[in-house]
């Protein structure tokens, strides 16, 4: 690989005329597009696997990423070179397929597999305070802290790949907050962001770390359970509904009871053959809970 001439990139101190910027300023990757988009990564080792595999400090669950798809790695002169650790779609740097070690340059932009594209930069402390910030704002939900539809909707399409190319199972369970008009009529509204927030709260105690809970409107959330069955993914929307119903929201020092309805569904499925067809099936799924009398679970039954 070449940056405009014929010879291959050397990996020495002299590739990387910004070298004074990197001792006063700390390294980072930051996501530019693909399922982790916002995150940053502080470049704080001297090797940094990336890939989908666990254990890779950087694990992104982009389907065109090999388990074990590239590393960044911090010479003897303080030069980061990014190296392809022989993933199937390459690795790429500014458009150029990464064949042997290549020595990064602030602003570099690095792309894995088909969606995912990473920038490598210097920042100092406020900088990186700044872009973690900005990365919350674009991604997390305000109020609750927890991610916003705009993330779900990118990480349904990503999780969905994922499992059919992989032959997992992927489910997806639609909840919402039973009467929470009257709550918040009789209440306050308040008192309907803090029963929204402590519910979010008790949401994340209860799922894994690699599942993706969502704010998906007003008070309705949702949650991505990748490996998941339909089994699976409804003894945890009876878990859900279950500590819910027992959690006391105290609002002037009064508590209330908020019950939640779930819909849950799961693929493979074959009648639901893309992201949009799932939340629709589990936005239905759902509705028949609500309509069933609330504080209850309707679970898809899946059509092989």
Request: with cysteine.
């Amino acid at each position: 690989m070449t940056r405009g001439s014929d010879e291959v990139t050397a990996v020495t101190a002299a590739s990387a005329p910004r070298l004074v910027d990197a001792e006063e300023r700390a390294a980072h990757l930051v996501v530019l597009s693909g399922t982790n988009v916002g995150q940053i990564y502080p470049l704080s080792e001297r090797e940094t696997a990336i890939g989908r595999a666990e254990g890779s400090a950087i694990q992104l669950m982009d389907a065109g990423i090999s388990r074990h798809h590239s590393m960044v790695e911090r010479n003897e002169d303080g030069v980061f070179v990014v190296r392809d650790t022989g993933s199937r779609n390459g690795t790429f740097v500014n458009n150029e397929r990464v064949e042997e070690p290549y020595a990064l340059l602030d602003g570099d932009k690095i792309q894995l597999g088909v969606m995912t594209i990473l920038k490598f930069s210097y920042d100092d402390e406020l900088e990186a305070t700044y872009a973690r910030k900005m990365y919350d704002a674009a991604l997390r939900d305000g109020l609750t802290g927890v991610f916003n539809r705009r993330y779900f909707d990118e990480r349904i399409q990503s999780e969905y790949s994922f499992c059919v190319r992989h032959g997992k199972a992927l489910a997806l369970l639609m909840i919402d907050l039973d009467h929470f008009k009257t709550v918040n009529d009789s209440y306050g509204h308040v008192a309907g962001d803090k029963i929204l927030t402590e519910f979010a709260a008790l949401l994340t105690r209860m799922i894994r770390a690699e599942d993706v809970l969502a704010r998906y409107g007003g008070e309705e959330f949702a949650i991505i359970c990748r490996d998941t069955d339909v089994k699976k993914a409804s003894i945890l929307a009876e878990r859900i509904r279950y500590a819910a119903a027992a959690y006391d929201y105290v609002v002037g020092n009064r508590p209330i009871q908020v019950t939640v309805s779930i819909g849950v569904v799961s693929v493979p499925d074959r009648e639901l053959q893309s992201p949009t067809e799932i939340i629709e099936a589990a936005d239905e799924a759902l509705y028949k809970a609500k309509a069933k009398g609330r504080n209850c679970i309707i679970t898809r039954q899946v059509l092989s």
